[in-house]
């Protein structure tokens, strides 16, 4: 069974950090790239940041790049996002998502979220300001 686990959402004043996890289980974890989204209240969802771990490629939306880092351990079928710099703009359900990369190669763009295959159930990220 294919199961992708958000978790490490929660509360936190502007200017502060979190770190998300993605545990990933029921598929090959190295054949898949794993991305972010989120979706604020009212709003729709947009993609975050992505990674393929079998070569550590990354990809960012520009409102977060320099804030937010996302990383992958292949070992623990993990990927992580450390969101620092924290804005209330930022307050939304994060999501965790895979894409099978077999023929793509690499990452998706964040705006084809029809390509990611798998999601996982989100996690609230509440920045005040």
């Known amino acids: 069974e294919v199961q992708l686990q958000a978790s490490g959402g929660g509360l936190v004043q502007a200017g502060g950090s979190l770190r998300l996890s993605c545990t990933a289980s029921g598929f090959a974890f190295d054949d898949y790239a794993i991305g972010w989204f989120r979706q604020a209240p009212g709003q729709e969802r947009e993609g975050v940041s992505c990674?393929?771990?079998?070569?550590?490629?990354?990809y960012y939306q520009g409102s977060v790049e320099g804030r937010f880092t996302i990383s992958s351990d292949s070992g623990k079928n993990t990927v992580y996002l450390q969101m620092n710099s924290l804005k209330p703009e930022d307050t939304a359900v994060y999501y965790c998502?895979?894409?099978?990369?077999?023929?793509?190669?690499?990452?998706?763009?964040?705006?084809?979220?029809?390509?990611?295959?798998?999601w996982g159930k989100g996690t609230l990220v509440t920045v005040s300001s």
């Open positions: 990674i393929t771990s079998r070569d550590n490629f990354t």
């Open positions: 998502a895979a894409a099978n990369i077999i023929l793509l190669g690499t990452c998706p763009p964040l705006v084809w979220a029809h390509e990611y295959n798998y």
